[in-house]
Nanobody, 129 residues
Framework: EVQLVESGGGLVQAGGSLRLSCAAS????????VGWFRQAPGKEREGVSC????????IYADAVKDRFTISGDYAKNTVYLQMNDLRPEDTAVYYC??????????????????????WGQGTQVTVSS
């Protein structure tokens, strides 16, 4: 069974930090593009960040650039999203997803979500003022 499990969400005050984890079973992240997405109530799903081990590349949405950092611990088959200087507008359910297409390039364009094959159930991040 392929499964992605997010963890690390919670309630934090503005300016605080959280680290989200995405742990995979039934697949490996080594040759995949792994993305983080988020969806706030009443808003469209938004690509946040993506990492590709193959290309040693990371990308970020403009809204989180310089505040969030994506990384991978491939021995643990886990990808992280370190979120610093959190703001109320970061409040959303955060999802990790895996794109198994080759080459494993990252894409956070508006239509990119259709290319991700597997999704976790999400973890809630709430940032208070």
């Amino acid at each position: 069974e392929v499964q992605l499990v997010e963890s690390g969400g919670g309630l934090v005050q503005a300016g605080g930090s959280l680290r989200l984890s995405c742990a995979a079973s039934g697949l490996t992240f080594d040759d995949s593009a792994v993305g983080w997405f988020r969806q706030a109530p009443g808003k469209e799903r938004e690509g946040v960040s993506c990492i590709s081990k193959t290309y040693d590349s990371t990308i970020y949405a403009d809204a989180v650039k310089d505040r969030f950092t994506i990384s991978g611990d491939y021995a643990k088959n886990t990808v992280y999203l370190q979120m610093n200087d959190l703001r109320p507008e970061d409040t959303a359910v955060y999802y990790c997803a895996v794109d198994l297409r080759l080459p494993p390039t990252c894409d956070l364009s508006p239509s990119s979500a259709i290319g991700f094959d597997y999704w976790g159930q999400g973890t809630q991040v709430t940032v208070s003022s």
